[in-house]
Every structure is written in C-alpha cells, then in structure tokens.
C-alpha cells in the first residue's frame, strides 16, 4: 500500500496481463516537483518541459505514444482512465523507477 507523501506526480499501473507495469506520469507535476528538487539542490533545470518531454521520447524512455491529429507527430501523452477521470498522461516502463 502506498501513502501519499507530497504533490502527485503519477500512478503506478499494476497491469494484470502479465506485462510489466507502468507508471503513468503527470507530466506539469513531474516538471514542477523535479524543478523545485533541482532548486533545493542549488541548480536548476537546463531544458524547457517540452524539451525534456521530447528528449525523454527520442530515447526510448516513453513506452506509450500516439499520434497528433494535426502534425501526426508523436504526442508524448496518451489518454487514460485513472480513478474514474480521463487525463493525459506519460507512459514509462516501472524498471526505469525499479533497483537491481
């Protein structure tokens, strides 16, 4: 069981299919909380959301993209149903977040 302790960055997906689970990540809560860690830690973020969000695709760290209706490039967020409410969100494999 996991308790909240700060601001909500995303959602542990448990899937049940056999497939390794996923974490669904808000991405303006993620930038915000890693942006203020950065801050704490007297430095800051180099790259712009949007940057990082691409960057973050390019590398193969994005598991989940769909397409943008207008552009038909990959948009970096899909749609998903959490706790009942449809949001936008990043999907990553749960072994980038996992230890050895």
């Known amino acids: 069981m996991y308790n909240p302790m700060g601001d909500c960055i995303g959602y542990l997906n448990e899937q049940t299919s056999g497939k390794p ?7 303006d809560n993620a930038f915000k909380v890693a942006a203020q860690f950065a801050r704490n830690q007297g430095d800051s973020l180099l790259l712009s959301a949007p940057a990082l969000w691409r960057r973050m695709v390019e590398r193969g760290l994005v598991i989940q993209t769909e397409p943008d209706a207008k552009t038909n490039k990959p948009r970096t967020t899909v749609q998903q149903r959490v706790a ?16 050895d």
């Open 21 to 27: 689970c996923e974490v669904w990540l808000v991405q």
């Open 84 to 99: 009942g409410v449809k949001m936008r969100v990043m999907v990553l494999s749960s072994e980038l977040f996992e230890a």
